[in-house]
């Protein structure tokens, strides 16, 4: 898989991925690129070819097994390649995540959370210690973490992006909305913006469009 | 506008107004669909297509004036025209997006929020009463409320759709990242699945590709 693969390929996996564990749930063993078109709103054609971006996946006569079309693009995205994260903010969206979150089911495995309230430092929620914020670049100078979720107010958000990009980090999952305009080096920045699906649902219930919302294949 | 414009255009429109906004406060005045393509990783000549589903927002010359672009998607997407949401749900997830989702930037006003939790109902969360859940059927009977925020249990989630669908509620911004196959008739169900962003970053980190997981444009 050494093929330099369009952004907008690898962003409708996880999409894809969801909607074959809806399929299996439904007892769904075979599934054509028509029929996994229609239920995401996609041509046939465009699965096609998203597919052949990793060699398939081995359509035979009749459409594709949907569990090993499960396991091969759970195998693209690396689901079974287990990286670190922790999360710095324990405020509420903060706990949230670590709370409600499945970040096993996404291959992550989620080792300590930071923050700088004395009522939250020492705390255990879900398994999982909320630490000093203080001593978080000691932390990430001694332990292994892929990714650093922020979680913490906009105004820290900077700083704590890029001591985590100082010890290693190299990815960030940026709630905070703000463009983290620091130099954070190779790091990968995943933004959040929800207001981005509230103002999409906002278009389709003003009325301006004759189509439903819901992200197809959502 | 009474033309039926792609899902995939109206999801692109708020992604604009973001890189709208950030050029607005570097200052730039004009931008060429060219240069707002390489900031954003798409064509010049889809932007093009993008924006003449909206009569072209007046390029003239060397590009878009981009105070008045910004006005026009913000138009297109109606965000001058306020609706209202309620919170179903006040647990953490709940509590952030009130204390930090800026609603109002989506065209939308917060009135209430809903929990079953002694310990919250009657509280007030950045301007916003915490309601007693069993008190959500008679207010959506005596409230115009557009949208209900699911940021409740799972479990209760497709009943507490169902209930509001039934109230008149258009919209559902849910976040259980549960299928809501309940009857809901016409309601536009928008689905957060945060999911979708980890698994995109995981595959960057893994080195399976050689592109940057930044949703360009975010």
Redesign the interface.
Known sequence: ?NY??S?NV??R???Y??RLL?LEKQQVEKVSSRELGTLM?LTASQIRQDFNCFGGFGQQGYGYNVRQLKAGISD????G?T?TAVVIGA???G???M?????D????RLAAAFDTSPALIGAEINGVKVLDAAELGPYLASHRV??AVLTLTKKYAPESAKLAAEHGV??I?NFTSI?LDVDLGDT???????????????????G?????????G?
Chains 1, 2 share one sequence.
């Open positions: 898989m330099r693969i952004a690898i962003r996996l996880p999409r991925l969801r809806w709103g693209v995205l690396g689901v390649d990286l405020g509420n969206l706990r949230a995540l709370s409600n979150f499945h970040f089911e996404c291959g992550f892929d990714v190299r990815g999952w463009d990968i920045i995943e933004d959040v913006h929800l207001s981005d699906s509230l103002l999409n649902l906002g278009y389709y219930l003003r301006r469009g004759d189509q439903r919302g819901r992200q197809i959502g």
